[in-house]
């Protein structure tokens, strides 16, 4: 079936700092990778995404490029801020129809001034 | 920019009672899914739903889970006999331009 695999936080960062958080997949054919962001307290919220090999997404100053060859989607940030603490989210959506989202397990990130 | 709404936003119920949870998805959507997020935990696939019926769902979503489009704009999730273990965060999400749009959730605690 399919899954995805992401580190286990908490990753704590001084603010400014470099951010990798990294994923990796199982699928069959070519699915479409996410992250969602869940800030303290709240729901989830897509961050970005792409849908096929090579594809980068962007937003709010994070990236992720879908590597189909490593089966990856990691996620990074030049520089984190406090207001980027919040819980990380790596997901796919098999090709196909409406099908169901499959979640990582999450990375807390934690940025300290 | 179009939204999922979900109410109530919390909820506190005893062991064995009956709860409903509401979403009112971006309309002219089609396709509404029930995710749950344990505290601490993954989110996970409960059910998805097409033109009025299920089209899958988890294996966590036993006799004691029913959903229904009771008219055009609300999705409800209905849990008949709460156990603690449902004790969680109660997500429900819509499809749009490829992409799953989440509401914000309902924090429910099983006392």
């Known amino acids: 079936g399919n899954s995805v695999t992401q580190m286990e936080g908490p990753v704590t960062l001084s603010e400014e700092a470099f951010l990798t958080i990294n994923c990796t997949y199982t699928a069959t054919g070519y699915p479409s990778l996410f992250w969602y962001v869940q800030y303290p307290g709240e729901g989830l919220q897509l961050l970005l995404k792409?849908?096929?090999?090579?594809d980068k997404g962007s937003n709010k100053g994070f990236e992720a490029t879908y590597r189909k060859e490593t089966t990856s989607f990691h996620l990074e940030k030049g520089s984190v801020q406090v207001s980027d603490s919040a819980v990380y989210f790596c997901?796919?959506?098999?090709?196909?129809?409406?099908?169901?989202?499959?979640f990582g397990i999450g990375t807390k990130l934690q940025v300290i001034p | 920019e179009p939204e999922v709404t979900q109410t109530p936003s919390h909820q506190v119920t005893q062991m064995g009672q009956e709860v409903i949870l509401r979403c009112v998805p971006i309309s002219n959507h089609l396709y509404f899914y029930w995710y749950r997020q344990i505290l601490g935990q993954k989110v996970e696939f409960l059910v998805s739903f097409y033109n009025n019926e299920i089209s899958e769902k988890s294996e966590i979503f036993d006799d004691q889970f029913s959903v229904e489009r009771p008219d055009g704009s609300n999705f409800t999730l209905k849990i008949r006999s709460t156990k603690l273990e449902d004790s969680a965060m109660y997500f429900c999400?819509?499809?749009?331009?490829?992409?799953?749009?989440f509401g914000p959730g309902t924090r429910l605690l099983v006392l």
């Open positions: 792409a849908t096929k090999a090579d």
């Open positions: 999400a819509t499809w749009t331009l490829e992409t799953q749009y």
């Open positions: 997901a796919l959506r098999p090709t196909g129809g409406y099908q169901k989202v499959t």
